[in-house]
């Protein structure tokens, strides 16, 4: 049945998704983007976890559903996985924070992803591919099944490994052993990354990217593309004509610009 529902809809000219990320700020965002990127586009359903993510990808057997790799319940590499008996047709694009480990395993560009936060030069170059695969390419199982394989190894060995609670890092010629409480946010410097705390700025030899997933994520969030800050250590957030905004800090006084995917972290606020 799943095929021939799947056949009706392409040959039928109606494209449809479905999107399943757990953090409503990235899903709402992916939504606004996709739908401003790929008008014909129509997303049937939207999820904040993989178990509601493969009921509806049963239920509606979507053209395409970007998964994100973390989520509550079933991963989105396990609703990866069912989509080969449940739904065959689906073109899976996965949805991944900044990291090399995800990065390296998609080499061989027969699955594609998205980064966090979605930047739109990169879905519009999704969306060509997947543009061009649909109704002509069916979904490569085969190398979907091994980047699942890949990328779950990484992703295990991730989760076994504790939030980081201390760093070293440069202080002109000195090596300071800093509390990860004690950071007020962390900024990407090309190959480094700054560190900085009340008492001013270290220099941390390991890119931002290779951090972020180490970081306990209840306090630390990405409010940029460079920029993680610790929430304890904000103290207002101002907001410009067009929706983005600048968060005044507690104890440092500069100021940390919000992209307009980040602020709904602070509508309370």
């Given at each position: 049945?799943?095929?021939?529902?799947?056949?009706?809809?392409?040959?039928?000219?109606?494209?449809?998704?479905?999107?399943?990320?757990?953090?409503?700020?990235?899903?709402?965002?992916?939504?606004?983007?996709?739908?401003?990127?790929?008008?014909?586009?129509?997303?049937?359903?939207?999820?904040?976890?993989?178990?509601?993510?493969?009921?509806?990808?049963?239920?509606?057997?979507?053209?395409?559903?970007?998964?994100?790799?973390?989520?509550?319940?079933?991963?989105?590499?396990?609703?990866?996985?069912?989509?080969?008996?449940?739904?065959?047709?689906?073109?899976?694009?996965?949805?991944?924070?900044?990291?090399?480990?995800?990065?390296?395993?998609?080499?061989?560009?027969?699955?594609?992803?998205?980064?966090?936060?979605?930047?739109?030069?990169?879905?519009?170059?999704?969306?060509?591919?997947?543009?061009?695969?649909?109704?002509?390419?069916?979904?490569?199982?085969?190398?979907?099944?091994?980047?699942?394989?890949?990328?779950?190894?990484?992703?295990?060995?991730?989760?076994?490994?504790?939030?980081?609670?201390?760093?070293?890092?440069?202080?002109?010629?000195?090596?300071?052993?800093?509390?990860?409480?004690?950071?007020?946010?962390?900024?990407?410097?090309?190959?480094?990354?700054?560190?900085?705390t009340a008492d001013g700025e270290a220099l941390?030899?390991?890119?931002?990217?290779?951090?972020?997933?180490?970081?306990?994520?209840?306090?630390?969030?990405?409010?940029?593309?460079?920029?993680?800050?610790?929430?304890?250590?904000v103290a207002a957030v101002t907001r410009d004509?067009?929706?983005?905004?600048?968060?005044?800090?507690?104890?440092?006084?500069?100021?940390?610009?919000?992209?307009?995917?980040?602020?709904?972290?602070?509508?309370?606020?």
């Amino acid at each position: 049945m799943s095929e021939i529902t799947a056949a009706t809809q392409t040959a039928s000219g109606r494209i449809t998704a479905v999107i399943a990320e757990d953090e409503q700020i990235f899903r709402d965002a992916i939504v606004r983007l996709v739908r401003a990127a790929w008008p014909e586009l129509e997303i049937v359903a939207t999820c904040a976890d993989g178990n509601s993510a493969l009921a509806a990808i049963s239920e509606h057997q979507p053209t395409i559903a970007f998964l994100d790799i973390r989520m509550p319940g079933l991963t989105g590499l396990e609703v990866a996985t069912a989509l080969v008996e449940t739904s065959p047709e689906t073109q899976v694009v996965f949805v991944t924070a900044y990291d090399q480990y995800a990065l390296n395993a998609f080499e061989s560009g027969a699955v594609d992803y998205l980064l966090k936060p979605v930047e739109e030069k990169r879905l519009a170059a999704t969306i060509e591919r997947l543009k061009k695969r649909v109704g002509s390419e069916p979904p490569d199982t085969v190398a979907l099944a091994a980047l699942v394989r890949k990328l779950g190894g990484a992703l295990d060995k991730r989760v076994e490994e504790p939030p980081l609670e201390w760093i070293t890092a440069s202080v002109g010629k000195e090596t300071r052993l800093i509390s990860v409480d004690d950071v007020i946010y962390f900024q990407s410097d090309s190959k480094y990354t700054v560190v900085m705390t009340a008492d001013g700025e270290a220099l941390l030899r390991t890119p931002l990217k290779d951090i972020v997933g180490r970081l306990n994520p209840t306090y630390f969030k990405q409010v940029h593309r460079a920029t993680v800050v610790n929430l304890r250590a904000v103290a207002a957030v101002t907001r410009d004509e067009s929706g983005r905004g600048t968060l005044r800090l507690k104890q440092r006084p500069e100021t940390l610009a919000v992209s307009l995917t980040f602020m709904p972290l602070f509508k309370n606020m």
